[in-house]
């Protein structure tokens, strides 16, 4: 039996490139939370300082209105669109390394996409450059400012290139298990935008912001590079190869070919739209109706960011779990990232959703942003607070789902199915609430669209236990409320706005982790049980 095995290289060998141990993967998510936290808060320092120098009017809406092509451009190529199928792709090239002998699949990935690819992204930047004036007219029709939103749009129409090698980059080390510079790109990103904006605006206005989003751009690749050399020489010595090898023919294009694409695109496209159909709903409303609902949109959110931060180290985990053939451990993962992703974001919720006046006072009311303003931006702001689970539902479901590197088209149709609710319901809503209609409708369209993807990950090779995740997720969102009751209660007790704020974050935390463990959750109960053992034997 024995001579009848191939000689196949030990899975272990790979192991360095790829930290999928508990040790390895809690370093790894340590080092994305605490950048990816630096980068959050340099992005709320960059919108204090756009809020402070512009305030909310017409200028500031025809600058956001140019701000969508780096929003839709980090969700297509950093985010969502690269990374669902690089991420996968660079793990079976991975696992094909390290169980047969041969030319080397990772090297004929590279070779076979990164220069078709640079290409397609230089094509797309002089696209969208030239058709600026029809871009505006499409995504804010009636908007006063056309001229000026034209400029930054050219301006920041360059990110679809710098984007693009970023979000290839990043997808490459984290395939290889490092985190580090990939977790570093948005601190990069800010300061570029931060040191324009204070150098710049008095002379140039928001065409100095636009201009950071572009030096932004280049700085995310910038820092990625020496990263990214390394882990290149790393291999290269390691492997001792003399010369290029190539893959059989047809090897590196099955991994990204184009019905494998395609559902991943659609996908990134029509999450983005949602922020189009919210930006074209709000051009008629009066003015500073888009930056209310952008400010109210990045707050909002950040507990959403902070809870996927996890899914970012675990998601190439999970592609070479399943890579491999282990569906179990692939399962298990997914199960977690829920449990844990539904935590962090439900209790951030809750205090977004009870101290939202005091968090826009504190963040932003000072210069040319008025009490008006921040009064009209937590109203905004507690509506889409509601929406903030199925954001990140969406988040870490639609990694499980494109980390299995085949042709997928339910997510995307999950996607449209949700993002046509949201414009059905926004239409509807906004003659009636303005833009807290919009946000609701945001709301509404993310949830469908994550109990879609909920239930239709039941049916997969992974298999989730719906119903248990369903009964988990429902026990967190019953913590949530009760965090919601005693964060409004403490922060009452004092009319400062910081104090209020800390009372009622510190009593949402000890409301929701005490509810949490009331109701059972599985992470509170694991959470707490060493230190009920530990008071037993000390007993």
């Known amino acids: 039996m024995t001579e009848t095995v191939p000689p196949l290289l030990p899975a272990p060998a790979a192991a360095p490139e790829h930290p999928t141990s508990g040790r390895l993967l809690a370093r790894a998510a340590f080092l994305t939370a605490v950048l990816t936290l630096a980068g959050a808060l340099l992005g709320l320092l960059r919108d204090q300082a756009f809020a402070h120098v512009f305030g909310a009017d017409t200028d500031t809406d025809a600058f956001l209105v140019a701000w969508t092509v780096p929003e839709v451009a980090a969700t297509l190529l950093i985010e969502d669109g690269l990374a669902f199928v690089l991420v996968p792709a660079f793990s079976l090239a991975l696992v094909a390394r390290g169980r047969q002998p041969g030319p080397d699949p990772v090297r004929a990935l590279v070779a076979a996409t990164l220069p078709r690819l640079m290409l397609a992204l230089a094509a797309g930047a002089a696209v969208l450059i030239a058709a600026a004036p029809a871009v505006v007219a499409v995504l804010a029709p009636g908007l006063p400012a056309t001229g000026l939103a034209v400029d930054c749009t050219r301006l920041t129409a360059t990110c679809v290139f710098s984007f693009g090698l970023t979000g290839y980059c990043s997808a490459a080390l984290r395939g290889h298990g490092r985190f580090l510079a990939p977790a570093s790109i948005y601190v990069a990103y800010n300061v570029g935008i931060i040191g324009l904006l204070l150098l710049l605006g008095g002379a140039w206005g928001v065409r100095a ?34 010369e290029p090898r190539r893959a059989p023919a047809g090897q590196a294009p099955r991994a990204l070919r184009l019905a494998l694409v395609a559902p991943v695109v659609v996908f990134a496209l029509s999450r983005q739209t949602q ?103 937590a109203d905004v702001m507690r509506v889409y607070a509601l929406g903030l689970l199925g954001q990140t539902l969406v988040g870490v479901l639609a990694r499980s789902y494109f980390s299995e590197a085949r042709p997928l088209w339910y997510p995307a149709c999950a996607m449209l199915a949700g993002l046509a609710a949201t414009a059905v319901a926004g239409a509807l809503a906004v003659p009636v609430w303005g833009a807290p209609g919009i946000a609701a409708a945001n709301a509404l369209g993310i949830t469908l669209t994550a109990l879609a993807l909920l239930w239709g990950s039941g049916r997969r090779r992974t298999a989730l236990s719906v119903r248990w995740v369903g009964g988990q997720l ?49 992470e509170f109960c694991l959470l707490f049980r060493p230190v009920t053992r530990k008071l037993w034997h000390a007993r």
């Open 209 to 242: 912001a636009a201009a950071g989003v572009a030096l932004g751009g280049v700085l995310m690749v910038v820092i990625q590079v020496p990263a990214l050399c390394r882990s290149w020489r790393q291999r290269e010595a390691a492997l001792a190869v003399p």
């Open 275 to 377: 922020v189009l159909i919210e930006r074209f709903l709000a051009a008629p409303l009066p003015a500073g109706a888009i930056s209310h609902l952008n400010y109210a949109q990045k707050v909002a959110q950040m507990p959403m960011v902070l809870s996927l931060m996890l899914c970012t180290v675990t998601f190439p985990v999970i592609a070479r779990a399943l890579a491999a053939g282990d569906t179990e451990r692939a399962r298990r993962r997914v199960e977690s990232d829920l449990i844990v992703a539904g935590t962090i974001v439900l209790l951030g919720a809750s205090v977004v959703v009870a101290c939202a006046p005091e968090i826009i006072q504190v963040l932003f009311q000072r210069g040319a942003f008025t009490l008006h303003d921040t009064d009209a931006t």
């Open 474 to 522: 429902a026990r967190l969102v019953m913590a949530g409320c009760a965090a919601t009751v005693a964060c409004r209660w403490g922060a009452g007790l004092t009319s400062s706005p910081l104090p209020a704020l800390i009372v009622g974050s510190v009593l949402a935390v000890v409301a929701f982790t005490v509810t949490a463990r009331l109701l059972r959750v599985r």
